[in-house]
């Protein structure tokens, strides 16, 4: 089994924008300092934002283009 691709977002300067996140495929490594204890707590911060899903951290935001919040689950999200 291949290791999943993951996006590293250590801190928030900004909105940062994830074009071809594929859920089954990808992660985003959540530095632990940006205040989630865990993979469910971020995913329960996200929120859908018309075609977009967008995680809102200190300093700034992530957002997934184009892909639903349903899609997300909490192994999208690592929290290191």
Excluded: C, K
């Amino acid at each position: 089994q291949l290791a999943r691709s993951q996006d590293e977002i250590d801190r928030a300067v900004g909105n940062d924008r994830i074009h071809d996140f594929a859920p089954a495929d990808d992660a985003v490594s959540l530095a632990a300092s940006l205040g989630f204890a865990s993979g469910a707590a971020a995913l329960a911060a996200v929120q859908q934002i018309g075609a977009d899903s967008v995680l809102n951290v200190a300093g700034g935001s992530i957002t997934f283009v184009g892909l639903g919040a349903a899609t997300l689950t909490a192994a999208d999200f690592v929290i290191g």
